[in-house]
């Protein structure tokens, strides 16, 4: 087995995490042809760490916001609700490095997107078994 580097554990102070209000994300199935989009509701996990005042969200210096997407109605190519995991993670500083006396003003620093459907089969792999 691989070995893993690890960097060393540090301590992230405190930490808020929410539950944002649904959104509306558009995906694209890519077993149609042609391909077709349409709308899905995401569920916006928000994970805001590394704050030194218990409660105060400008003495945070980042957050990452994780995003669960579903069928809203029924998937229009093969009319089944599906539930699609994490489609979107957000990365964001504070560029005011967290100085509690001044609101937070949050950068975008790194964002990742899964937002289409490939045609395919998955093939699952347990380590354990």
């Given at each position: 087995m691989d070995q893993a580097l690890q960097s060393p554990s540090q301590n992230l102070d405190y930490s808020l995490l929410e539950l944002k209000p649904t959104r509306t994300m558009v995906i694209t199935d890519h077993r149609a042809y042609p391909?077709?989009?349409?709308?899905?509701?995401?569920?916006?996990?928000?994970?805001?760490?590394?704050?030194?005042?218990?409660?105060?969200?400008?003495?945070?210096?980042?957050?990452?916001?994780?995003?669960?997407?579903?069928?809203?109605?029924?998937?229009?190519?093969?009319?089944?609700?599906?539930?699609?995991?994490?489609?979107?993670?957000?990365y964001y500083t504070n560029a005011t490095g967290g100085n509690p006396?001044?609101?937070?003003?949050?950068?975008?620093?790194?964002i990742s997107t899964s937002n289409q459907l490939m045609p395919g089969q998955v093939s699952l792999v347990f380590q354990c078994f």
């Amino acid at each position: 087995m691989d070995q893993a580097l690890q960097s060393p554990s540090q301590n992230l102070d405190y930490s808020l995490l929410e539950l944002k209000p649904t959104r509306t994300m558009v995906i694209t199935d890519h077993r149609a042809y042609p391909p077709r989009r349409f709308p899905i509701t995401t569920l916006p996990l928000q994970y805001t760490y590394s704050c030194g005042v218990s409660g105060d969200v400008n003495s945070c210096k980042f957050r990452e916001v994780f995003e669960y997407g579903l069928d809203t109605d029924v998937n229009p190519v093969d009319n089944i609700k599906h539930s699609y995991g994490w489609i979107r993670w957000r990365y964001y500083t504070n560029a005011t490095g967290g100085n509690p006396k001044i609101a937070a003003r949050w950068i975008l620093a790194n964002i990742s997107t899964s937002n289409q459907l490939m045609p395919g089969q998955v093939s699952l792999v347990f380590q354990c078994f």
